[in-house]
Each structure stands twice: as structure tokens, then as C-alpha cells.
């Protein structure tokens, strides 16, 4: 059933942003022990939620929508997005299902390789019916994965809520993260990722991803090949050189911050709530954003990603508006 949560006035809550999508339990690699066996830690995961914790700790009110277990993980989950100041309203805790999980290695230089158990995972078994509307009704920005695209019910219930949340006047925000282990093959992936291109506003995919979404060989083609399908502002992340950000006006390279990387889990999430938090700062629509406007958001971005890959874990790290303020400032 939906929820329905006003205010004591009567008047319902606005969010600046609000993301829908998977919550899970990243299990992070730590090292070998004495009898040289793989030690994982808990940390709590799912880019959506990322998302919604980096522009919640810079100052956005922010909510996040999904479903998890009614396990140990879920309850744990949920206390973690309540201690980040995330409204949980819309986050679901079923008996039925498992919360996903998700291991995690990390190699020397902080690069992940991921194994899942989501089979299913409580994630996807999210009916539209369960939907908070007044969360989703009263959003600025909602912002999805492609995670929640992978399997029904889930699918149809990410495009009912886009649908609904565009016809509110929401700017749509949309990060593929392509996770292949998660997908029956390439082609499916490249179907399913591809069809929510058109409801979308902002866009943000990696390097490694832009042929995957575009059919184009390089960032630039590959950004402006997103804009002319109706994307409005596209950034493609660089890693450690920075991020390319497309508009109407065109495109240019914004270089990152040098760092002291120990894990890279997190960092293109971070980089999205730091921009999606300036977007939301800015009270424009994103045609009325200029390219020279975009590029500082980036900047600002980067800053915030640049701090979280120094520490362990993508929730845990998330910096503060102090922190990237001290870090732009170099």
C-alpha cells in the first residue's frame, strides 16, 4: 500500500532529492588473516542510496526508495540512512525476500570486482503499489540506477515512478552502473539500460560505459550522442583525470584532485550527489544551466569524489560541505 506522510501544517515535505533503487550490504574486502584467509567487512551499499547520503551530508534534504529484507542487513540499512538524515519513509522492509548482498575485492590500486547473491534479491520484488507517494510526488530531483531495471517487478515499477515523478515536474537523474554479473547477457543489458534514456534529463555514466550506452567509441561522441536523444546535461566520469560534462553549448574536460586512493567504492556516486546537490542549489532547470555553470558543478564533484575514495567503504567516506569546501580551496 501506499504511504501517505504529511507535515502538521498539512502540507507535504519537499525533497531536494529523492533516489529510487537498490540498498544492499557491500562486503568489502580487508585482507588475509594470520591463516591467510579473506576477511570481508560490512558496509552499507546500493548507488542509489550512495547517492542519497553524499547530497544529504553536504546539505540536501534528501529520501531514498526501495526495498531491503526484514533481516539483520535491512534493519541495519535503514539505521544507517536514519543516522545520515535520509527519510526512510519510502524504504521497504520485506519479510518474504533477502536483502542483496554484494562482495567486493579490491586490488592494489583500489580497483572492485563484485559477486552478488541476489537471487532474488528483495530489491527487485518492489511493486509500484508499495511506492511512497508522497515521497515521489514532492521531489526536485529523483534519481535512479539500472540495478532496479534488471528484473521484474522491479523494471515496471522504475518506470512507473520516472513516469510519475516527470509529470510532477522532477528533473530525472539517471546513473546506468552497469554491473555485468547482474544481466543475462550484454544485449539484454544494452536493451534494458538504453530504454530509459528518453525520460531522462541529467545523465551520468562512466568511461567504461559509453560505448555500452551509445554505440560510440570515444566520451565526446558518446555525451552528445546522449543530448541528441534528449538528455539535457550528460557527464561522463574519468576516473583520476577528472569528468567530461555535455550540454546544449557544447562539452569540455573537468581535470579531478590528486589523492590518496584506498578505495574507489563509491566515487562515482559521490561525484553524482555532490553535482545533483549544486543542481538542486542552483533553482534551474537544466537547459537553463550554462556550460561554464556545469563545469563548477563538476568541479565541486570531484572534490567530493576525491575525498571518498581516501577512505574505506562508500557510505562511511561521503565528506561534508566543510570537507570539499577545504579540498576546493587548494
Not at 24 to 39: A, K, P, R, V, Y
Not at 107 to 117: I, L, P
Not at 317 to 322: G, I, Q, R
Amino acid at each position: 500500500m501506499a504511504v501517505n506522510v504529511t507535515l502538521g501544517n498539512g502540507e507535504n515535505p519537499r525533497y531536494d532529492i529523492t533516489t529510487f533503487g537498490e540498498i544492499l550490504i557491500d562486503f568489502t574486502s580487508q585482507g588475509l588473516n594470520e591463516d591467510g584467509q579473506m576477511i570481508f567487512a560490512r558496509n552499507p551499499g546500493g548507488a542509489p542510496a550512495n547517492v542519497a547520503v553524499a547530497a544529504g551530508k553536504l546539505g540536501a534534504r534528501t529520501a531514498f526508495m526501495g526495498k531491503a529484507g526484514k533481516d539483520m542487513h535491512g534493519e541495519f540499512l535503514r539505521s544507517v540512512l536514519n543516522k545520515e538524515q535520509v527519510n526512510t519513509q519510502g524504504l521497504i522492509l520485506d519479510e518474504k525476500y533477502f536483502t542483496t548482498l554484494a562482495f567486493v575485492n579490491i586490488n592494489e590500486a583500489g580497483e572492485r570486482t563484485f559477486s552478488f547473491a541476489r537471487k532474488p534479491g528483495a530489491d527487485t520484488r518492489i511493486e509500484k503499489e508499495e511506492l511512497s507517494v508522497d515521497v515521489l510526488d514532492y521531489t526536485n530531483i529523483f534519481h535512479v540506477g539500472s540495478l532496479s531495471l534488471t528484473d521484474q517487478p522491479a523494471r515496471d515499477t522504475t518506470f512507473y515512478a520516472v513516469k510519475r515523478a516527470k509529470s510532477n515536474g522532477s528533473i530525472i537523474s539517471y546513473d546506468p552502473n552497469y554491473r555485468a554479473s547482474l544481466w543475462e547477457n550484454e544485449e539484454t543489458a544494452k536493451h534494458h539500460m538504453r530504454s530509459l534514456i528518453p525520460h531522462v534529463d541529467i545523465m551520468k555514466i562512466s568511461d567504461e560505459e559509453v560505448e555500452l550506452l551509445t554505440d560510440c567509441k570515444n566520451v565526446q561522441d558518446g555525451a552528445k550522442e546522449l543530448c541528441r536523444q534528449g538528455v539535457k546535461i550528460a557527464a561522463v566520469t574519468l576516473g583520476s583525470q577528472g569528468a567530461y560534462i555535455h550540454c546544449k553549448e557544447g562539452g569540455c574536460i573537468v581535470p579531478g584532485f590528486a589523492s590518496h586512493v584506498v578505495d574507489t567504492n563509491g566515487a562515482g556516486d559521490s561525484f553524482w550527489g555532490g553535482f545533483l546537490y549544486k543542481v538542486s542549489t542552483s533553482g534551474k532547470r537544466p537547459d537553463e544551466l550554462s556550460l561554464e555553470t556545469l563545469a563548477e558543478y563538476v568541479r565541486f564533484g570531484n572534490a567530493v569524489a576525491s575525498l571518498c575514495v581516501e577512505g574505506r567503504g562508500a557510505i562511511p567516506a561521503m565528506p561534508d560541505l566543510l570537507q570539499v569546501e577545504k579540498r576546493l580551496s587548494l
